[in-house]
C-alpha cells in the first residue's frame, strides 16, 4: 500500500506528467501522438511520462495497429484520496480529545 | 475508493464552553499537547523547528516535521506540518463567544515535498488536488 502510494505521489509531482493524466482523465482515451501534439515535449519525454503514470497504474494502454492508445485510471487515486479524508478523521478525532482535556483541566 | 470528496483545505470548526486562555494552554503547552495530539517538543516561538511523534501505523511512520510560523496569544497559532511526503500548514483561531470559544482549525496548502522545493511552480499540488475533486466526481 505504502509503495503503491508513493508511486502515485511520485508520479503526479511532476506538472507535465498531471497535465498528461487530467487531459487523459477529462478528455478520454488518447494516443501518444495526439498526446505529443499539445503536450509541448517530445515524444519520447511523452512516452517516458506515460511509463511512469503506467507504474503507478494511473494509466492503462491498448495496442491497435501502430499506434498505442492510453486512458485514464482514476480509481488509481485511493490512495492520495485516503489520504486526504484520513486527516478529516484524525483531526475530528483529537478535537474530541482536546474537548476531553479542556474538561478535566476544570479539575 | 470510498465517497469521500478530497478538498484542498480542511476545516474543523467547533463551539466550546471554555475561555479562549484555557485553550490556548492546551494548544500551547507541550505536555498538554501530547495528551490530546500527539508526543512533542513544541514551544510557542515563531521560527521553532519541533515534531510530533506518534506510534507508527502501516503507511505512517508517525513523525510529523513543523515549524511554528504565528503565535498570537489566545488568539492566534499556526504551524507547517510536513508528514508522508506532503507540505501543508496547520492555522489555530480562537474567537471568543458568550459561552466560550469558537475554535476553527484550518489545513491548507498540500503539496508534495518535492513541489515545495521547487520554486516557481506554476503548476502546483494545490491546483492538483483542485482537479482531483473533478476526476473523482465521475468515479463509481
Known sequence: ??????????????PTRRALFERL????????????????VSQPAVSKHLGVLKHAKLVRYRREGRETHYNAQPQALAPLVDWMSLYGTFWRDRFDQLENLLKRMDK | MTN????????????????????????????????????????????????????????????????????????????????????????WTL??????????????GFRSEEDANYKGARYGWQKFIGGLEQVVARID
Open chain 1, 1 to 14: 500500500m505504502q509503495a503503491i502510494a508513493d508511486d502515485v505521489f511520485k508520479a503526479l509531482a511532476d
Open chain 2, 4 to 91: 469521500t470528496t478530497p478538498t484542498r483545505t480542511l476545516v474543523i470548526e467547533r463551539e466550546v464552553p471554555h475561555p479562549p486562555e484555557k485553550i490556548w494552554r492546551a494548544l500551547t503547552q507541550s505536555p498538554l499537547i501530547e495528551e490530546w495530539l500527539m508526543k512533542n517538543d513544541f514551544q510557542p516561538v515563531v521560527g521553532h523547528r519541533f515534531s510530533f511523534r506518534a506510534t507508527p501505523v502501516p503507511n505512517w511512520n508517525g513523525v510529523v516535521d513543523c515549524e511554528v510560523l504565528v503565535v498570537e496569544p489566545n488568539s492566534r497559532l499556526s504551524y507547517s506540518w510536513g508528514s508522508m511526503g506532503m507540505e501543508s500548514v496547520v492555522a
Open chain 2, 95 to 108: 474567537t471568543p463567544t458568550k459561552d466560550g470559544t469558537h475554535v476553527r482549525m484550518e489545513q491548507s
Open chain 1, 25 to 40: 482523465a477529462r478528455d478520454g482515451e488518447q494516443t501518444v501522438h495526439a498526446l505529443t501534439d499539445r503536450a509541448g
